[in-house]
């Protein structure tokens, strides 16, 4: 029988299991902890020998639903779910790893996880942050005691394109688990399992959530690395399958023990969000594409940063991974124009943090996200003092690039 397309088997997902009182949507279950007929049951459940729910804080069948549909869209094997995608990047890291130990990452990363991993540098766990759209500079910091690599798609804000492949391939020969947070790309236009990837990390806050109404994260299992190989697993969690032994005890030392627990009204609201996962971003990349190629040829744009522009340095990089581009884009403006004045004149434009929204949002990065690394560290990153980070929505094309071009001209 024929696999279903993305978008069958994300609205389907909910139904390949019997749901309550067939529910088309897996229902919302809020009860904080769960009863057994059978102590036994209880206690097969709490010792891993047996599937089912005891307590709210470790998942619900909310939860359970909505990382059913992430699994499917990443082609992996197994999914936790946290609380925000920043839950599901540092409890991955807090069970994954140990005082001494030295993990690589891209040196083009959104601003909170370079603070978390600064944070774990002080804690005893090194870092090394690398160019990470060359794999010889990945190579060239690798150590004895370095356990994983950490990269990001399309970086946020200024869009590089890590070498994916290369850092794969590299992380394979050398037994590194290899970590790829999928959040700007979204599974739809690129599954990192198909670069080798051991763990996916997606902030479903933003495209796969796509409403702006839920904080959301999870860490997706490949099965593509030999964890029977990782010297930091616990002996408890290396049961059954060895594919499955490093996502448990993610579940177990970073879900369980820190708490970074996704609600399951929230959860509900993704597992709705994500099944519109495909056509909005159809519409988002075409936006954005268009958006980009109008900024490039302004004379008020002095530069402008998407994969999208065959200018750009990993254009063809990009071309080859991804199924389209995403949203994301950053433009500077020529000297003398004042960033702040432009986003005064915006109609359709929304000044806000956020990315991956139905709505076209915009943010001053050197005032805002980049403001407390100062304006040193700011021109070290390439991050312009006017530059402007867009996150490109789904509105109507014509009227996101007159809403650009009345601000500029204004």
Known sequence: MKAFGFTTATLHSDRAKPVEHGAIHKP???SAAFGFADVGDLVRVFQGEQAGFVYGRQGTPTTAALEEKITRMEGGIATATFGSGMGAISSTLLALLRAGDHFIASSFLFGNTTSLFETFAQMGVAVSFVDATDTAQVEAAIRPETRLVFVETIANPCTQVADLAGIGQLCEARGLVYIVDNTITSPYLFQPQSV?????????????????????????????????RYPN?????????????GITQIRKKGLRDAGATLGPEAAHHLAVGSETLALRM????ANAQRLAEFLDAHP???????????????????KTLFKGNSGILSFELVDGRDCLDLFRKFRVVISSTNLGDNRTLAIPVAQTIYFELGQARRAELGIAESLIRVSVGI??????IADFSAALEA
């Open 395 to 400: 509105e109507d094309g014509d009227d996101l």
């Open 28 to 30: 919302i279950h809020n």
């Open 233 to 245: 697993l616990y002996d408890y969690y290396k049961k059954g399958n060895p594919a499955t032994w």
């Open 196 to 228: 080798g990837a051991s763990l996916v990390i997606n902030s479903l806050t933003k495209y796969i959530g796509g409403h702006g109404n839920a904080l959301g994260g999870a860490v997706t299992e490949t099965g593509r690395f030999d964890w029977s």
């Open 282 to 285: 159809e519409r988002i990349c």
């Open 300 to 318: 008020g744009v002095s530069r402008v940063y998407y994969p999208g522009l065959a200018e750009h340095p990993q254009y063809e990089r990009a």
